[in-house]
C-alpha cells in the first residue's frame, strides 16, 4: 500500500541524547549491544531493554541462549537475518526468521530457549523487553509466532517503507495492539533524500534505533547502531530526515509510572516479589505451569 505526501507541519521532538550501547554477551555467549540498559528503565518505561545483535561470525552467536527463566514481562524480538528456534516449558515452539517476529508474555513465568538453526551467515536482530502491570504480572505465559506475511506495512509517497510490528501508523494497524502500555514498534526503511513523520502522543516515553546508515531528527544527527532518546518536550510527534538510505527503528509506549524492582531474567514491583519468584523458581512452579500467587 502506498500513503500519500509527506507530512512537513508537524512540529517534532527534539532528540534529548544519544546512546551507543554497550557491547556485552549473553546466553552462552552470544555477543550483542545492550542499547536501553537498567539505569534507562525510568526514563524510557514502559520498556525495560533493548539488546541489538548484529554478528556474522558463528563463533559469536552460535551458543545461542540455552534454557532459562523469565517473569513479570513480555519479550518482543524482531529478525532482520538469521534463523532462531523458541522452545518454551509451556509447550510452545516457533522458528523465529528474516522479517518476523515473536511475542512473548512471560507472565506467571516460564522458561525458553532461542537456539540459532544455521551454521554460518548473519545473525542480526534486536530483542525489546515490555515491561507489564502490576496487575497483569502473574498472567498466564503466551506466545506468538508473526511470519514476516502477518506484519502489515505500508509505502509512503517518499518510498519511505514502514513495517509496523506494534500500535499503528497513518491508518495501518500493526500485527499487536496492547492495552496499558500501547506499544509502538516500527521498522523504518528510508530511501536517501525521504522524510517520514509518525505521531506519537506526547505523554508516551519514544526513542529511535539506527541500524543502517544515518537519519536527522530536528537537526541532531543519529548514527548506525545509535539510539536517540526523544525529549518529552511536548511535540505530539518525530520527523525523520535521510540523506543516505537508511533504517531505523521507531518505538514509543504509554508509562506504567509503576515501582520497577529487577533480578536478572524477573521483573516485579517490589523486592519481596523477587524473593517469591526466585522461591517459585527454585521449587520448579516454572515448569509447565502458570503460578498465580501474589
Excluded: C
Excluded at 510452545?92 to 554460518?120: C, F, K, R, Y
Excluded at 536517501?192 to 502522543?201: D, E, K, L, V
Excluded at 540523506?243 to 527503528?249: F, I, P, Q, T
Amino acid at each position: 500500500m502506498t500513503m500519500n505526501p509527506r507530512t512537513t507541519s508537524a512540529p517534532s521532538r527534539a532528540v534529548e541524547r544519544l546512546v551507543r550501547g554497550l557491547p556485552t554477551s549473553d546466553g552462552a555467549g552470544v555477543k550483542l549491544t545492550r542499547v536501553l540498559t537498567q539505569d534507562l528503565q525510568r526514563r524510557l518505561d514502559p520498556f525495560l531493554m533493548l539488546d541489538a545483535f548484529r554478528n556474522d561470525n558463528p563463533d559469536d552467536y552460535m551458543a545461542g541462549f540455552p534454557d532459562h527463566p523469565h517473569r513479570g514481562f513480555e519479550t518482543v524480538t524482531y529478525m532482520i537475518a538469521g534463523r532462531m528456534r523458541h522452545r518454551d516449558s509451556v509447550g510452545n515452539e516457533g522458528l523465529l526468521g528474516p522479517g518476523g517476529a515473536q511475542w512473548m508474555t512471560a507472565g506467571g513465568g516460564l522458561i525458553h530457549s532461542e537456539l540459532p538453526e544455521q551454521e554460518d551467515g548473519l545473525m542480526e536482530g534486536f530483542q525489546l523487553w515490555l515491561n507489564l502491570p502490576a496487575r497483569n504480572k502473574m498472567v498466564a505465559p503466551s506466545y506468538r509466532d508473526i511470519p514476516p506475511e502477518a506484519i502489515p506495512e505500508f509505502t509512503n509517497a517518499d518510498g519511505v517503507r514502514v513495517r509496523i510490528i506494534a500500535g499503528a501508523s497513518h491508518g495501518t494497524a500493526g500485527a499487536v495492539e496492547r492495552p496499558d502500555t500501547e506499544p509502538l514498534y516500527l521498522d523504518v526503511h528510508m530511501p536517501a533524500n525521504s522524510r517520514f513523520t509518525q505521531p506519537i502522543p506526547a505523554g508516551h516515553n519514544a526513542f529511535t534505533y539506527t541500524y543502517r546508515g544515518g537519519v536527522s531528527i530536528a537537526g541532531t544527527m543519529i548514527p548506525d547502531r545509535h539510539m536517540a532518546i526523544l525529549d518529552n518536550d511536548g511535540a505530539d510527534a518525530v520527523v525523520i530526515d535521510a540523506k543516505e538510505a537508511s533504517r531505523l527503528l521507531i518505538v514509543a509506549g504509554k508509562p506504567l509510572a509503576e515501582p520497577i524492582a529487577q533480578y536478572g531474567p524477573f521483573i516485579m514491583n517490589t523486592a519481596e516479589e523477587i524473593q517469591r519468584t526466585l522461591r517459585d523458581y527454585r521449587d520448579g512452579l516454572f515448569e509447565g505451569a502458570s503460578v498465580n500467587r501474589l
